[in-house]
């Protein structure tokens, strides 16, 4: 059974940072493709970052270009979402998604485009 676990969210202060996790199982985890997504309250589920399955490629969404640095540990079977000066619009539930084509095949910010989905991880950023 496929499951992503978020984890490292929290409340921070404007200016702050936070390392978000996503921990897989059940799945060949170096063969796939994950995407962040955030989805603040009364919004669309919005694309944040995605990495390819070796960590060659990397997309960032231009609010967080420059901010927030996506890598992964294929043989812990992690990804990690490095956010650094935070601003209280990047205040939203965080998921990490996982898809078992490449990024080159996949549309990686369509949410429709990933197979697996974790439970989410709240982010709060406080001004």
């Known amino acids: 059974q496929v499951a992503l676990v978020e984890s490292g969210g929290g409340l921070v202060q404007a200016g702050g940072s936070l390392r978000l996790s996503c921990v897989a199982s059940?799945?060949?985890?170096?063969?796939?493709?994950v995407g962040w997504f955030r989805q603040a309250p009364g919004k669309e589920r919005q694309f944040v970052s995605a990495i390819s399955w070796r960590g060659c490629s990397t997309y960032y969404a231009d609010s967080v270009k420059g901010r927030f640095t996506i890598s992964r540990d294929n043989a812990k079977t992690t990804v990690y979402l490095q956010k650094n000066s935070l601003k209280p619009e990047d205040t939203a539930v965080y998921y990490c998604a996982a898809d078992s084509r490449p990024l080159s095949v996949i549309n990686h910010s369509n949410p429709h485009d990933y197979s697996y989905w974790g439970q989410g991880n709240q982010v709060t950023v406080s001004s």
């Open positions: 059940g799945l060949t985890f170096s063969y796939y493709a």
